[in-house]
């Protein structure tokens, strides 16, 4: 039996077949595809791929209704598709983050000095040396609400930025109201040219492009990439027909399992990870600002002391003075 592959026809290194060439005896053909084949080889099964670009959601369906028997690339494992198709063991795995323009100006964030919560204050201090407004989806939203940014949404990436929310806080309903005013952007649409300053555009990157927590996307252009450490990554996997006999699942999974742990080096004959972002200037205002800011709880401490002192004392001297008339009299 030949398994019928469908997916997209390019997205980046996961998958780079061309119109000349599209089919798995292509060379190099995406870090994903390379991945499959070798799983396929250790296992004895065949494949074979429809030559139409499908996105991932399309592909889903087409797999659920027998139109096809598995996806050419890894996507995104979730409750829904689960309904619908079966999936591998996962081979990688999508982090979650913003992508934005470094900022020029160091500013001194006023909300820092009012925090009661010493993690966050750690995590906000982090912000004064590095050229970016926010962290996570709490700063994003801030962000949005109180300083004039606007969100992007790219349409047809197969996650929605809605899952990531939490009901804490009024979390939720804060970022409903900020996807009402987001701007959708087609898949082609080229952050490189387009994305602009207070602009963010939510993303997900392949988790071996990602060493740290904020990397460069494109030095030149100025973009970063911020990963949210608080969102959960998500599993990406093979997706197969459920009609399919599980013998076939079983022996791809074992496939998978085999050469489990060597994606890293699939991937090095495409692509390097991304430059991790490091400052490697800091102006002297900033580190005045920021040692300021260290200083301002004990400077505020002292003052709350000093107060109270004053207080105590104005309440001696006028229970002296009563104390004196009530003798006097």
Excluded at 39 to 57: M, N, Q, R, S, W
Excluded at 105 to 128: N, R, T
Excluded at 152 to 174: D, S, T
Excluded at 181 to 205: C, E, I, M, Q
Aim: aromatic share 10%.
């Amino acid at each position: 039996m030949i398994l019928r592959a469908i997916g997209y026809q390019k997205d980046s290194e996961i998958v780079a077949f061309r119109q000349n060439c599209w089919n798995l005896k292509c060379r190099n053909p995406g870090i994903d595809v390379d991945y499959l084949i070798a799983a396929l080889k250790l296992t004895g099964l065949e494949a074979e791929v429809i030559p139409i670009d499908y996105p991932a959601p399309k592909a889903v369906e087409m797999i659920a209704n027998g139109s096809a028997d598995l996806t050419v690339h890894a996507i995104i494992q979730n409750v829904e598709r689960l309904e619908k198709v079966d999936f591998t063991v996962p081979i990688n795995y999508l982090v979650y983050g913003y992508m934005i323009m470094e900022i020029d100006e160091f500013q001194i964030k006023d909300f820092i000095l009012s925090s009661l919560h010493p993690e966050m204050l750690l995590l906000l201090l982090m912000g004064l040396l590095i050229n970016y407004d926010f962290i996570n989806l709490d700063g994003l939203l801030d962000a949005v609400e109180k300083k004039g940014w606007h969100i992007l949404v790219h349409e047809e990436i197969g996650w929605n930025p809605m899952a990531f929310c939490k009901h804490f806080y009024n979390q939720c309903n804060r970022l409903e109201n900020a996807l009402k005013k987001a701007v959708h952007v087609p898949r082609s649409w080229n952050p490189d040219n387009h994305l602009t300053s207070k602009s963010v555009l939510f993303v997900g990157l392949h988790e071996h492009l990602v060493p740290t927590d904020v990397i460069i996307l494109n030095r030149e252009k100025r973009l970063l990439f911020i990963k949210d450490s608080s969102l959960q990554p998500s599993h990406l996997s093979f997706a197969l027909n459920k009609n399919l006999s599980k013998d076939i699942l079983e022996k791809l999974n074992r496939g998978l399992e085999t050469i489990q742990g060597s994606y890293a080096n699939f991937a090095a004959r495409y692509a390097n990870p991304f430059t991790p972002y490091v400052r490697s200037v800091h102006s002297s205002g900033e580190f005045y600002a920021l040692g300021l800011l260290y200083l301002w709880p004990l400077f505020r401490l002292c003052l709350i002391f000093i107060g109270l002192s004053i207080g105590a004392l104005l309440i001696e001297v006028i229970q002296k003075r009563i104390h004196y008339k009530k003798f006097k009299l």
